[in-house]
């Protein structure tokens, strides 16, 4: 099952930092771009003598400047992308709150019946901010039926007061799946897949239980942890669709679709404007001091230097499986990894997370020079 501490180490490990050169002499920039893909192969290649196996992708506003093949298949393998399903989930809610068919405010008595008295009041932002109270136990991991998932959520105790503090809550973003599911009638994957996927051109993007079987998935990392996983989960082979799976995780994808991704959500094709920004605003501070700091949005972290935003990021990280992570900084460079491997061959405070946690700051670290 997903690690419960996996979560808080790639928050704890995952730093924010993103600066990048800036040229305004067109022929100088050429010259600079390709010495920088030397860079970032030479850095990739020692990460392969590493353990490293996985794909990167790398880009500066609408321009690939790096793109890697090299994992167990091809460069066409989709992995499944954990936490970062999270940003997907939010924006789906922001399509419904565009349509006027929900507020942000709308607390949880509005969608289902016996609400406790202590989470009447946690509304829809609570849920997509992580201040919600909610604890982070994955209790739905493996139920099939949605009213005994609602009760499961709803049954556990809070953590903290409702809107009081950050805490990362799966469970939060399980609700939020399944008030998609009760406004709009049909399920969590057919509405994303009818009115975000679909329409896009995102063609290489499934779902736990729905995997395409003309798209190759890369192998799981641990198959000995993924058979171990209970047998509503993943049994003979197969994953089962499950609320556990559903808006706080889940999706897979390719890496080409997560960039094309990234291209619609910045450049306002999913979204108004307007409603884009809501995605990105620092609603809830995360850690961090009043010079640096990280704070929340709707699925995705951002980073504040001296109150200026620098960065935006998120990453997953599902046991056995996959890690993943997308990060984007001011200056308009996009990292995005995918990988089947962790790094246990390393040393330091980085050994043992994904290996896209690794390359993802590793390679920020390069583009700051």
Same mark, same amino acid.
Request: contains cysteine.
């Given at each position: 099952?997903?690690?419960?501490?996996?979560?808080?180490?790639?928050?704890?490990?995952?730093?924010?930092?993103?600066?990048?050169?800036?040229?305004?002499?067109?022929?100088?920039?050429?010259?600079?771009?390709?010495?920088?893909?030397?860079?970032?192969?030479?850095?990739?290649?020692?990460?392969?003598?590493?353990?490293?196996?996985?794909?990167?992708?790398?880009?500066?506003?609408?321009?690939?400047?790096?793109?890697?093949?090299?994992?167990?298949?091809?460069?066409?393998?989709?992995?499944?992308?954990?936490?970062?399903?999270?940003?997907?989930?939010?924006?789906?809610?922001?399509?419904?709150?565009?349509?006027?068919?929900?507020?942000?405010?709308?607390?949880?008595? #509005?969608?289902?019946?016996?609400? &406790?008295?202590?989470?009447?009041?946690?509304?829809?932002?609570?849920?997509?901010?992580?201040?919600?109270?909610?604890?982070?136990?994955?209790?739905?991991?493996?139920?099939?039926?949605?009213?005994?998932?609602?009760?499961?959520?709803?049954?556990? &105790?809070?953590?903290?007061?409702?809107?009081?503090?950050?805490?990362?809550?799966?469970?939060?973003?399980?609700?939020?799946?399944?008030?998609?599911?009760?406004?709009?009638?049909?399920?969590?994957?057919?509405?994303?897949?009818?009115?975000?996927?679909?329409?896009?051109?995102?063609?290489?993007?499934?779902?736990?239980?729905?995997?395409?079987?003309?798209?190759?998935?890369? &192998?799981?990392?641990?198959?000995?942890?993924?058979?171990?996983?209970?047998?509503?989960?993943?049994?003979?082979?197969?994953?089962?669709?499950?609320?556990?799976?559903?808006?706080?995780?889940?999706?897979?994808?390719?890496?080409?679709?997560?960039? #094309?991704?990234?291209?619609?959500?910045?450049?306002?094709?999913?979204?108004?404007?307007?409603?884009?920004?809501?995605?990105?605003?620092?609603?809830?501070?995360?850690?961090?001091?009043?010079?640096?700091?990280?704070?929340?949005?709707?699925?995705?972290?951002?980073?504040?230097?001296?109150?200026?935003?620098?960065?935006?990021?998120?990453?997953?990280?599902?046991?056995?499986?996959?890690?993943?992570?997308?990060?984007?900084?001011?200056?308009?460079?996009?990292?995005?990894?995918?990988?089947?491997?962790?790094?246990?061959?390393?040393?330091?405070?980085?050994?043992?997370?994904?290996?896209?946690?690794?390359?993802?700051?590793?390679?920020?670290?390069?583009?700051? #020079?």
């Amino acid at each position: 099952m997903k690690k419960k501490h996996s979560v808080l180490k790639y928050i704890i490990i995952s730093l924010l930092f993103i600066s990048c050169i800036q040229n305004t002499n067109k022929h100088k920039t050429v010259n600079i771009t390709h010495s920088l893909t030397q860079d970032i192969e030479s850095y990739i290649k020692k990460q392969e003598e590493l353990g490293f196996r996985g794909v990167v992708h790398i880009s500066k506003n609408d321009s690939i400047i790096y793109k890697s093949g090299k994992d167990n298949n091809t460069s066409n393998n989709a992995y499944h992308i954990a936490s970062i399903s999270k940003q997907f989930t939010a924006t789906a809610i922001l399509k419904l709150y565009e349509s006027n068919k929900i507020s942000l405010n709308d607390s949880l008595g #509005k969608f289902f019946e016996r609400v &406790p008295l202590n989470k009447r009041k946690i509304t829809i932002h609570n849920l997509l901010t992580h201040t919600s109270g909610l604890p982070n136990n994955y209790v739905v991991d493996g139920e099939l039926d949605r009213q005994k998932a609602i009760e499961s959520i709803l049954s556990e &105790p809070l953590e903290y007061e409702i809107g009081e503090s950050y805490h990362y809550s799966a469970e939060g973003y399980n609700l939020l799946a399944i008030i998609i599911e009760i406004v709009t009638g049909i399920t969590y994957e057919d509405f994303m897949m009818k009115n975000i996927f679909k329409p896009f051109g995102l063609n290489d993007i499934g779902f736990w239980g729905k995997e395409n079987k003309q798209l190759s998935l890369a &192998p799981y990392g641990n198959m000995k942890v993924v058979n171990e996983l209970p047998e509503k989960v993943f049994s003979q082979g197969k994953s089962i669709t499950n609320y556990g799976f559903k808006g706080s995780t889940g999706i897979y994808s390719t890496i080409d679709d997560l960039y #094309k991704w990234t291209q619609l959500v910045k450049n306002n094709k999913l979204l108004s404007k307007e409603n884009t920004e809501l995605l990105f605003k620092p609603y809830i501070k995360v850690r961090g001091d009043s010079i640096n700091s990280t704070f929340y949005g709707y699925g995705w972290f951002i980073q504040l230097k001296n109150n200026q935003k620098i960065g935006i990021r998120h990453g997953g990280d599902e046991e056995g499986q996959h890690n993943s992570i997308i990060r984007w900084n001011n200056k308009e460079y996009t990292i995005i990894v995918l990988s089947n491997k962790w790094a246990d061959n390393i040393e330091g405070r980085l050994k043992g997370v994904g290996w896209s946690t690794v390359l993802g700051i590793g390679l920020r670290d390069l583009l700051k #020079k």
